[in-house]
């Protein structure tokens, strides 16, 4: 067998000289040359960007007067006075975290109905997978257009099933429920598309989780007697909670940062009660011209979710040591 | 013990039925939104704009007018064609600079890559909900405002932390010993990168760049406030901003082009879902 190779090894060819070679093999420098092309592109367009918006905060900035002055925390001050941030703070957690949750409960439903065998698997994974494939603006359309406040086919069910529009009705005498209408049915309405929209990618992170957990541990645990809560509790939920970490990190992210939906379903009213910090921050920097304003508004959300992230890979660490 | 294995039986077939209702169930809740719009796509305005009408079923009959309106007489085809090559190029832009990183942080042993690794799925956080105010700057001080070609600059900060970061989780299936062999064929390290891991990744490159596409093609923010004239418009900008006239909305053609952007697009990803499934897991877990 060794022989053979060092045949082999004679027969081939060095293909470059010596030079190059020992300089292609220097893992260390090769491991930089292999990494700098991502690390500059990354600085230039995160890291600078980032740094000139803390800049941008500091500053004076209007899309009409562009020149750069210094005004401290003028900015963070003004903010602070204005109630509609503290209400889009206040809805981001909201629909965060309520988001959160359910996202991942259903994803771990979701991911348990798409690993069982059955037949037809392949158009249920597809139809499952369409809320999340889809990008975020189409598929908010289609949202809107069935919680449309005249034509919604969520209200002509509730009519005929005699629950909506006529008097003494349980939901009210009115012919339509106005579901982006109302503050409380609107808040609902984004968490509902928000939930609808991710819960298919946690179920696929969970799916990777599910699939990783070899099956004899189960099996020990069934032959040993333990039932189907104690193996739930002991066996599987452990096993599956660092991914089930990813999924709720994925999920706040997407939540959190996202303005998609707020900006097709209600355009942040009914008078700002779904407005989220992002489209808040859009509002003022962009489509109001005030920059500075803008971008203190959009940084408010980094050290939370700085610490969000960091917290959950923590976690999902010590977990797999654990 | 005749009771028993009937009773097995029995519990057996109730399970059966449980697995396809829940998954029928799923199934439905998941597009719901999409039959209906497929279902609205095909109605006459007559038929649409009548509260009366039981909305699920065609009142009149079916007409294809909206559907070739959308095609005709909308920049639908334009935004399509845009979305399909800023993807497109923003995909090769992120495996030849993400390859090379991930193999680096992979394969080439360096103390700091786990920490590597991990600052650059960092960055994936670091949200264009923070960045457009600025990076709408840098791409005006560039020239670029108001061009497609901006998107192509700025899509790859996203793609390139989470593809990287799939990307280990492939390379680091594939055994060692195939460079080695391939180095010990006389190949360099670049060598046997390109020749022998490069192939071998390839069913996890795929999935990859689906992935990286499906997240250009749903990016929302930097293309809202980088460009504005339509004919540099992409889909998720273009579809929302120009089929709503005023008040006026063209809801069929709305329909139709959400359903028509998202069959071919999780068609494609659904082929590729177990690929994606297993880099994940490696990437994920064993990061």
Redo the contacts between chains.
């Keep these: 067998m060794s022989a053979v ?1 060092e045949a ?2 004679a027969r ?5 000289p010596a030079a ?2 020992r300089f ?2 220097r ?2 420098t ?6 700098m ?3 500059v ?2 600085l230039v ?2 890291g ?3 740094v ?2 803390i ?2 905060a500091l500053s004076d900035v209007t899309a009409g007067d ?1 020149s750069y002055d210094y005004v401290g925390l003028r900015n963070f001050r003004r903010i602070f006075d204005d109630p509609v941030f503290w209400r889009s703070l206040g809805n981001t957690f909201i629909f965060t975290g309520v988001s959160m949750v359910l996202i991942v409960v259903l994803g771990k439903v ?1 991911a348990n ?2 690993i ?3 037949k ?12 999340w ?11 809107l ?2 919680l449309d406040s ?2 919604s ?1 969520i209200d ?1 069910v509730l009519r005929q099933v005699g629950l909506l529009g006529k008097p003494g009705d349980l939901l009210g005498s009115g ?1 339509n429920m106005y579901w982006l209408g109302e503050p409380g049915l609107a808040m609902a309405s984004v968490i509902t598309v928000h939930v ?1 929209r991710l ?2 990618l946690a179920a ?2 969970m ?3 599910l ?2 957990i070899p099956r004899d541990l189960e099996e020990a645990a069934r032959v040993d007697g333990a039932g189907y809560w104690r193996r739930m509790f002991e066996v599987t939920i452990p096993l599956v909670l ?2 089930a970490a ?1 999924a709720a990190l994925f999920g706040t ?1 997407f939540t ?2 996202d ?2 939906v707020v ?2 379903l209600t355009n942040g009213g009914p008078n700002n009660a779904t407005q989220v ?2 489209s808040w ?2 509002f003022r ?2 489509d109001g011209g005030d ?1 500075g304003q ?2 203190a508004i ?2 408010f ?2 050290p939370i ?2 610490a969000a ?1 960091i917290a959950i ?1 923590r976690a ?1 660490r010590r977990m ?1 040591v654990g | 013990m005749v009771t028993t294995a009937a009773g097995y039986r029995r519990r057996y077939v109730a399970s059966r039925v449980g697995v396809y209702l829940l998954a029928i169930l799923a199934a439905l809740l998941c597009a719901a939104p999409f039959l209906w719009s497929l279902i609205t796509a095909f109605k006459q305005n007559r038929d649409l704009y009548n509260p009366q009408n039981n909305p699920f079923l065609f009142n009149r009959p079916a007409t294809p007018d909206h559907i070739t309106y959308l095609f005709q007489h909308t920049a639908f085809g334009t935004f399509a064609w845009n979305t399909l090559w800023v993807g497109v190029l923003v995909v090769g832009i992120t495996l030849v600079l993400g390859l090379p990183a991930a193999y680096a942080l992979a394969r080439l042993d360096r103390p700091w890559a786990g920490w590597f690794g991990i600052g650059i799925f960092l960055v994936y956080l670091v949200p264009p909900s923070l960045l457009f105010l600025s990076l709408s700057r840098i791409v005006v001080a560039w020239g670029l405002q108001d061009s497609t070609w901006s998107l192509v600059l700025v899509y790859p900060t996203i793609t390139i932390p989470v593809s990287v970061w799939l990307l280990i989780g492939f390379l680091k299936g594939i055994p060692k010993d195939i460079e080695e062999q391939a180095m010990v064929d006389g190949y360099s390290r670049v060598g046997a990168f390109i020749r022998a891991v490069v192939p071998l990744a390839f069913p996890g490159i795929v999935a990859v760049v689906v992935f990286a596409f499906t997240l250009t093609a749903s990016e929302y923010i930097y293309a809202l406030s980088f460009v504005s004239p339509t004919s540099q418009k992409v889909i998720s900008t273009g579809v929302p901003t120009e089929l709503v006239r005023g008040d006026v909305f063209f809801w069929q053609s709305l329909q139709a082009a959400t359903v028509l952007v998202a069959v071919p697009i999780a068609l494609v990803f659904n082929l590729f879902l177990d690929r994606f499934i297993a880099g994940f897991t490696q990437g994920a877990v064993k990061g």
């Design positions: 190779r082999e090894v081939t060819p060095v293909r470059l190059r070679r292609a093999d893992e260390g090769l491991a930089w040359l292999f990494l092309p991502s690390v592109y990354i367009l995160v600078v960007p980032f000139l918006a800049g941008f562009p979701l109905i798409m069982a065998n059955f037809g698997k392949w158009i249920v994974r597809f139809l499952v997978l369409l809320p494939t889809t990008p975020v603006t189409l598929s908010s359309i289609a949202w257009w069935m005249i034509y086919p002509w012919s609808w819960t298919p696929v992170i799916m990777a989780g699939m990783a660092p991914v990813v992210i959190f940062t303005m998609a900006d097709v910090l992002t921050a859009f920097g962009i920059v803008g971008a959009a940084l959300l980094f979710l700085l992230a890979l999902v797999e």
